[in-house]
């Protein structure tokens, strides 16, 4: 009785599997596809300063939503948006032909006149932020080539800022100088809240069961906001010391691009 009451239901969950792929809507005639992403890259700054360096690629990780939509009576031409969570590490280092201070108080880094607080002599500079995105992208797909078809999006990728932790190497100049690295150093309004990119996307979309797709692109994105914020001289926190002993502040300048490989699960 229970050998025929299990090869009962196995039938059954066979003849329901096999409608639903049968029946689905099939992935190329969906008018909206949304699903789980997450991606893998590398940053580059392009600098706006004389003063400080690019020390080599940082790094970006994201998790987040990713949404496919179609235009009305077009399943060729619709956009992309989303809602993801960056992580990024990008990295400076001063030129050889500058010392760069800055002047600090336990984690938080301070304006350059406060001049009784701890200094340090700045070597290079790791910054780890975290941000949320909202990518806007005009989509472009190919009719179903079997059971893929692939696409190319253009448009803007727009992160906000929510948090900045710094790291430090180099040597802190109170009595006796010794080398240090500052961790989770803090440094208020330092960088730019919003950053915007222009971005290029190709990729390819594979329908591997039912109306389930895995999808895969490679993506470049253009900074088109600076990085960090113009402050007031007051406000500055970085300053080197010219020959007659004066304090120079500046703010660091510099712009971000971005590659990166990101893999979906659209449903």
């Given at each position: 009785m229970k050998y025929s009451n299990l090869k009962l239901f196995t039938k059954t969950c066979f003849f329901l599997l096999f409608s639903y792929f049968s029946f689905a809507q099939g992935f190329e005639n969906k008018n909206i596809q949304a699903g789980l992403t997450t991606s893998f890259g590398m940053n580059f700054a392009k600098m706006g300063t004389s003063k400080m360096d690019n020390n080599g690629a940082g790094t970006n990780f994201s998790i987040g939503l990713l949404i496919h939509k179609s235009?009305?009576?077009?399943?060729?031409?619709?956009?992309?948006?989303?809602?993801?969570?960056?992580?990024?590490?990008?990295?400076?280092?001063?030129?050889?032909?500058?010392?760069?201070?800055?002047?600090?108080?336990?984690?938080?880094?301070?304006?350059?006149?406060?001049?009784?607080?701890?200094?340090?002599?700045?070597?290079?500079?790791?910054?780890?932020?975290?941000?949320?995105?909202?990518?806007?992208?005009?989509?472009?797909?190919?009719?179903?080539?079997?059971?893929?078809?692939?696409?190319?999006?253009?448009?803007?990728?727009?992160?906000?800022?929510?948090?900045?932790?710094?790291?430090?190497?180099?040597?802190?100049?109170?009595?006796?100088?010794?080398?240090?690295?500052?961790?989770?150093?803090?440094?208020?309004?330092?960088?730019?809240?919003?950053?915007?990119?222009?971005?290029?996307?190709?990729?390819?979309?594979?329908?591997?069961?039912?109306?389930?797709?895995?999808?895969?692109?490679?993506?470049?994105?253009?900074?088109?906001?600076?990085?960090f914020s113009d402050r007031k001289e007051e406000k500055e926190t970085l300053y080197t010391i010219d020959s007659s002993g004066d304090i120079k502040s500046f703010s660091n300048k510099a712009t971000l691009n971005q590659l990166n490989l990101k893999f979906a699960l659209l449903f």
């Open positions: 235009f009305k009576d077009s399943k060729n031409f619709g956009f992309s948006s989303g809602l993801e969570f960056d992580f990024n590490s990008i990295k400076f280092e001063s030129t050889s032909n500058n010392l760069i201070y800055y002047n600090y108080s336990d984690t938080e880094i301070l304006p350059s006149s406060k001049t009784s607080e701890n200094i340090f002599l700045l070597s290079n500079r790791k910054h780890k932020t975290t941000q949320i995105t909202i990518p806007i992208f005009l989509l472009f797909r190919t009719d179903a080539i079997g059971d893929f078809r692939y696409f190319a999006k253009f448009g803007l990728k727009n992160s906000f800022l929510l948090s900045n932790k710094i790291v430090d190497n180099g040597t802190d100049m109170t009595s006796p100088s010794i080398a240090k690295e500052n961790k989770n150093m803090t440094s208020k309004n330092e960088m730019f809240f919003l950053q915007a990119s222009l971005g290029l996307s190709l990729g390819t979309e594979w329908n591997f069961i039912g109306s389930t797709s895995l999808v895969a692109e490679m993506s470049y994105y253009y900074g088109l906001t600076p990085l």
